[in-house]
């Protein structure tokens, strides 16, 4: 299967790509400018996902069956939510499946469980 991770130099997107690359998938994965060294066999495009005609040219050019998106910045609303939608958007007219991940790092952790309807309480 060929997966694409948005973000693919951050916590959650850097352990995806290693784990789509070790099962065997062609992966491709973003980053902000400059690949990181040591990832061989992934194919990683350069773009900026606060730019919405930037990230359509990656998919366009990548053409994934599957994008994860796992992109995000702290306090970077235009990368955090607007990049999202412009992955969003990229799909839709590239097609394939999203999937949006995120880590509960919005949770302090205090409480046994949290759901939907938590406040964030970030440590």
């Not at 099962?23 to 990832?39: E, I, K, Q, Y």
Request: net charge negative.
């Amino acid at each position: 299967m060929k997966v694409l991770i948005a973000g693919g130099t951050g916590f959650l997107g850097g352990e995806l790509v290693r784990l789509c690359a070790a099962s065997g998938h062609d992966v491709g994965a973003t980053c902000f400018s400059t690949p990181p060294p040591g990832r061989a066999g992934v194919a990683w495009l350069p773009v900026d996902l606060r730019s919405r005609e930037g990230v359509c040219a990656a998919l366009e050019a990548f053409r994934p069956d599957v994008t994860i998106n796992a992109a995000y910045r702290q306090d970077d609303w235009a990368v955090t939510a607007d990049g999202a939608a412009h992955v969003a958007v990229a799909v839709a007219r590239t097609g394939g499946r999203l999937v949006h991940v995120s880590s509960d790092a919005v949770f302090s952790g205090a409480r046994p469980r949290y759901d939907e309807t938590c406040p964030p309480d970030p440590i």
